[in-house]
């Protein structure tokens, strides 16, 4: 049995059909039937009743262990979220309020999400649990046909590229595109997210504009230095953002720049143009 989350809410009074349909995956009227069946025989049998609160529970789980879990009171004790674009120093903070034995957890190793967990789990647990999480949402794009060029862990630094530069989901589709395209044409990134990461190592904010010798510093992620992809993802990584990558919006993009003056990004096909807009925008 698969559950749509692993976190479950069960409101006072609700129907035991809601619960159903409204929490596991694809079930049929005859899944429906024998689970309903099995909930009465346990509230007759003995006296157990469906309580209302929130519930911890694996995705794929069994019908029984589903069962036994919503007849108690709620397990439902802590919850972590990792914030798309968030840096490992942001990540230790968070996780050091909860786990005594907490360690750094590389960026590819897992995606940004709400996590739920138990008091006093173990972190090495969590963790695991946190990169099948991972494993398992990629699983849904195996045969996307951006895995003939790129790995998973270049997929989610071509992600953390994004989650730095991009303001919205429309903006983040066209930055995809233009990553994409640079990428196909052997062209250098020149992404100043990632001259900020050479510069800080992702441990602080840099708290100044770049400067014209920031983006010749001889360094793996400085993109306007390097050809291709930086080794590693510089920050977490949202899975709504992983989705807009293996959408592989098209765009003839080439170039942008950001716009203080409209908040958005500034979006040319060819330098010429891209420079015009600039000149533009300077003046």
Known sequence: MLLKNELLIIEKGEHIDNIITNNIENITDIEIFILKTYIFFNKI?????????EFFIEKDTSSLFFVNTISKSSNMLNKITIVEGWSQTQLDNELSK????????????????????????????????????????????????????????QIITIGSLIEKEGLDI?????????????????????????????LTDGKFNLNRKLLVKDLKINHPYNTYFIKGLPPFPISYVGKNTIKTIFENYRTDFLFYFFNKSLNKHIFSKTYLEHKKKLNEYRK
Do not use: C, W
């Open 98 to 153: 909860h786990f005594k034995n907490a360690y750094k957890i590389p960026y590819e190793d897992i995606l940004a999400d709400t996590y739920y967990f138990k008091k006093g789990s173990d972190f090495k647990l969590f963790v695991e649990n946190l990169k099948k999480n991972k494993k398992q949402f990629f699983l849904k794009f195996k045969n996307n046909i951006l895995f003939e060029k790129y790995d998973t862990k």
């Open 45 to 53: 049998v003995f006296n157990k009743f469906i309580h209302y609160g």
């Open 170 to 198: 429309e903006d983040k589709q066209k930055i995809s595109s233009v990553i994409i395209n640079r990428l196909n044409n052997k062209m250098r990134l020149q992404i100043d997210a990632t001259v900020i990461y050479a």
